[in-house]
């Protein structure tokens, strides 16, 4: 299994919210059966990136740092 990592920041004033959490969950979709599992490195929390519940249970503030972890074939 391979594994890929990045960092991105959150520049919308609102931060993560419902809207980009569902683009992020339909590409996880789209992926499968490829994981994707987000962190957030100011609040220490991460998220399925299947789950949109679980992308806005993050609380990722604007400019709050966030690692995409990838994980599958």
């Given at each position: 299994m391979v594994e890929y990592k990045t960092?991105?920041?959150?520049?919308?004033p609102l931060g993560l919210h419902a809207r980009p959490g569902?683009?992020?969950?339909?590409c996880a979709q789209d992926h499968r059966p490829s994981?994707?599992?987000l962190r957030c490195?100011?609040?220490?929390s991460?998220?399925?990136g299947h789950s949109l519940l679980s992308i806005l249970?993050?609380?990722?503030?604007r400019d709050s740092e966030i690692e995409l972890i990838t994980r599958g074939p």
């Open positions: 960092r991105v920041r959150v520049v919308n569902v683009s992020i969950v339909k994981e994707l599992e490195l100011s609040t220490n991460r998220a399925l249970s993050l609380g990722a503030a």
